[in-house]
């Protein structure tokens, strides 16, 4: 008989706004609870999407159901579970979300259990302070983009991460749109993921938006890190490595001389033990960190989020997510953490 059991189903929950061209109304994140003999229960949450993960929700669903008495059969406590997270580097690489969300079941049911944080759990430094969230705008019409623009500016957000199409004239209207918003470059980084196949047609494209912005988020193909470096030489920007850096042993294929920032993402990277890792080995390399968010992200990897933030808040330059504030509908979670309307969030009260 197992002293714990899992349980894996899809959370649907409603967006309050739409999601660019492609709209979605709903967003599905893999749900994940984990309880115990005792009555205590643990909640866990990620974000399976093929192109960030390589896995479909269906999948990460059936992985879990599949292998849930296995893990409670070998996993009981903190102790543990890092033991069964260091032996199985390939099982987590090949489901790396629907791990993330058992892990964090089973870290919230074992604080529990201690009646600890999280934190105190894990030996990090407790929460305190505030995280100020990156107002992330998406590739939306262009009203719909001023009208974004307009209402974070009003609510007195001071970071932004827009995202380019490689369409010159709708990329413009944007560019546009963040001059009259009065929004200085400086504040403002591009996601351009693999929206061009060499460093040449990358740095021409962004010469002739006439637009420098902070960083440029992987404008070729992800692993191409010598390319990436000279789009940001060219450029005289920063380079966020997102899909290119997901294990551990990516950081070694990094050149040197380079400004690159690391976007960690605890349900891409194959949950928070394995973030950490790779956010200490980063910040050991000199390189800033941002935690960043896939859409549709709600309570549980919010609250998970903030831990990392405060592991290496000296050398983390943005948060991305936010839960509610990033136009996620109310989720009935009775944990539920979002920024307010400025995009700040009250680490401590999390």
Known sequence: MHSLSLGASALV?????????????????????????????????????????????????????????????????IESLRKWVDLHAADIDAHPAAWCAVELALLDLFAQRRGVSLETMLNLRPLSGQSRYTAVVADVREASFAWQL??????????????LCGALDRDRTKVRALRAAGIAPSRVRADATALWSSAREAVFYLRMLGYRFA???????????????????ALGCAIVLDETVSRLGDLASLPGGARFIVNLHVSKMGGLLRTLALARAAVAQGLPLIVGAHVGETAVLTRVALALVQAHREHVLAVEGGGGWQGIAPDGVARRQGAGASGVLDDSAA
Do not use: N
């Open 215 to 233: 960083a440029v988020e992987e404008p070729v193909a992800a692993g191409a890190v010598h390319e990436m470096a000279e789009i940001g030489r």
């Open 150 to 163: 307009k209402r974070c500016v009003a609510a007195g957000v001071d970071d932004y991460k827009i995202k």
């Open 13 to 77: 929950i409603p967006f309050s706004e739409r999601d660019g061209p492609a709209a979605r109304l709903v967003t599905q994140p893999l749900w994940v609870e984990a309880s115990d003999a005792e009555g205590h229960a643990g909640y866990g949450e990620a974000s399976p999407r093929v192109c960030a993960t390589g896995r479909c929700l269906d999948a990460a669903i059936a992985f879990v159901r599949q292998h849930g008495d296995a893990w409670c059969d070998q996993i009981s406590d």
